[in-house]
């Protein structure tokens, strides 16, 4: 950057956040009323931010994050150290974390794009009618705009705060998968998508059904609904190569119980031709999977995505 | 201009809102399509869409308007636009070409374009004067109006007078294609469609159709 670029940037980062800070979570009695030192102190973490980490600097919608936080935390500088450990966990860092995702499918401009590309893959496993009529819209339907703010702010528009905070924990702690909000976009589709099919809603109808659905969704059966699609993929007994790094960010794992799902090669992505998951791969593992009191024997119909 | 059933409409025109940040496209919006205004109004992150059905002469039109937070992706398809800025606020304004360049990368070239001057109930913060707001307008040949989303001055008459032209536009186009289409030799050419006058909404009525809703 010129100095006159650095300039200008500095000067569009501050402006933005002044008008964002008084305009956050207003409803919340920690942020009423003019001159409220709490909006100040918003401030300062949002613009010490953008000096620490100067290749994002301020996006909107960094200060729906800062703010309940703050909100929480109370101390200033807590609040920012919370804020730079959960900004790495969000799509406004846009770095994909693994190269070979890269290398090996879509070329993607952002994270968005690679979450998409999973909440895809998971929607064809998960939800096949669902999947087809975003495949009959083509290219805008796939994108999936309509997911957009429920990741970039995780869920916090989508539903009241209590709510939302409770999604924001159940997706901190990290249990079984780093992509819990994944599986909560999906629970959102399988619950309240419904209409989307049968009124084969096209891409800007879908949008504005979603977006009318915010502050209206049931948070708890969202989250219910989650948990039961992380379990029953849990059960899978073979994944897409596509979805193989979901499981494998996360700690010991998904399957530190002992079982082993085979990954396949979907051989719908570029250079399938040199995936190592080409031909279906075995892992030493062959037990079948754990019947566990609840669990059904056999993933029910429309998990199954082999031919 | 009338409301009239959501579901029984002969046209729908996307409308873009467009502008900087915190200028009040937002509070236009629900303005516009649910009477409504928020002091507490929250940043738009993404996009957020409204629509209204209003009749224009006896077409029903449904205005589907997007609130798009700057991005391009979602001015596909747009027929109009609002260019908003915050006329307490020079800055907002300095932008506005930079705005109007990116619109019509990314635009229909034919898109009928509004410069929005708004918070006109700020006046005593006016940074922006009317003249020169609507010079730039007249010189780029976009209609312009001040609003104020808060007293709801003008918003009506804004996107009024915006569809009124995009319907004009699209009735035109219509009848030339039925001439062509029927050989008749000699028609007139009529005004080019890019030169209407910037104030033109000053009109008192708008010009009868020929046609019947049914036909366009």
């Not at chain 1, 979450?115 to 495949?135: C, K």
């Not at chain 1, 969704?217 to 790094?245: T, W």
């Not at chain 2, 029903?60 to 700057?70: E, L, M, R, Y």
Request: aromatic share 10%.
């Amino acid at each position: 950057m010129t100095p006159e670029e650095h300039r200008a940037f500095w000067r569009n980062v501050q402006f933005t956040v002044d008008k964002d800070v008084v305009r956050t979570d207003r409803s919340n009695q920690f942020f009423r009323g003019e001159g409220n030192p709490n909006v100040e102190s918003m401030r300062r973490i949002l613009l010490n931010y953008a000096v620490y980490n100067p290749a994002i600097g301020y996006s909107q919608g960094m200060s729906d994050l800062v703010a309940p936080i703050l909100a929480e935390v109370l101390d200033e500088s807590d609040t920012f150290w919370c804020f730079v450990g959960l900004m790495q966990n969000t799509i406004f860092v846009s770095s994909p974390r693994d190269e070979d995702m890269e290398k090996q499918l879509v070329r993607l401009s952002d994270v968005y794009g690679l979450a998409a590309l999973y909440l895809r893959e998971l929607l064809r496993l998960t939800h096949l009618r669902f999947y087809q009529h975003l495949v009959s819209l083509g290219e805008d339907g796939l994108q999936m705009l309509f997911c957009h703010r429920w990741l970039l702010l995780c869920f916090k528009r989508e539903f009241p705060e209590a709510e939302a905070l409770r999604i924001w924990e159940a997706c901190w702690a990290h249990y079984q998968t780093d992509y819990f909000h994944l599986f909560i976009c999906v629970a959102i589709v399988a619950v309240y998508g419904d209409d989307v099919i049968e009124q084969q809603l096209a891409t800007d109808q879908m949008l504005l059904h979603f977006g009318n659905l915010a502050m209206h969704m049931n948070g708890e059966l969202v989250l219910r609904k989650a948990r039961s699609l992380l379990y029953q993929f849990r059960l899978l007994p073979r994944i897409p190569c596509s979805l193989h790094d979901l499981c494998k960010l996360c700690g010991t794992g998904m399957w530190d119980s002992g079982y082993m799902p085979a990954v396949e090669c979907t051989g719908q992505h570029p250079g399938s031709e040199s995936c190592p998951y080409g031909g279906t791969v075995e892992t030493p593992s062959p037990k079948p999977p754990r019947e566990g009191r609840k669990g059904p024997k056999t993933p029910r119909e429309g998990f199954g995505f082999r031919r | 201009m009338g409301n009239r059933n959501e579901e029984d409409y002969n046209f729908v025109f996307k409308v873009v809102l467009i502008g900087e940040s915190g200028v009040g496209k937002t509070n236009l919006l629900s303005r516009f399509t649910r009477n409504e205004f928020s002091h507490d109004s929250r940043t738009t992150i993404g996009v957020e869409f409204s629509t209204r059905t209003v009749m224009l002469g006896t077409a029903a039109v449904k205005a589907q308007i997007w609130d798009t937070a700057g991005l391009e992706r979602y001015y596909r398809g747009a027929v109009g636009a609002l260019l908003v800025f915050d006329l307490t606020k020079h800055q907002t304004y300095a932008v506005v070409e930079r705005w109007l360049k990116e619109l019509y990368d990314h635009a229909e070239a034919t898109i009928v374009v509004m410069l929005v001057g708004n918070k006109s109930d700020l006046s005593q913060a006016r940074e922006v004067p009317t003249d020169e707001a609507r010079m730039f307008a007249e010189n780029n040949g976009l209609l312009f109006l001040e609003t104020s989303a808060l007293d709801s001055t003008n918003v009506e008459l804004a996107f009024e007078t915006v569809l009124k032209e995009i319907f004009a536009k699209v009735s035109k186009q219509r009848q030339n294609s039925t001439r062509t289409n029927a050989l008749t030799v000699g028609s007139e050419p009529g005004p080019d469609p890019g030169a209407f006058p910037a104030l033109w909404f000053q009109m008192s009525e708008w010009p009868v159709l020929v046609r019947s809703p049914a036909e366009l």
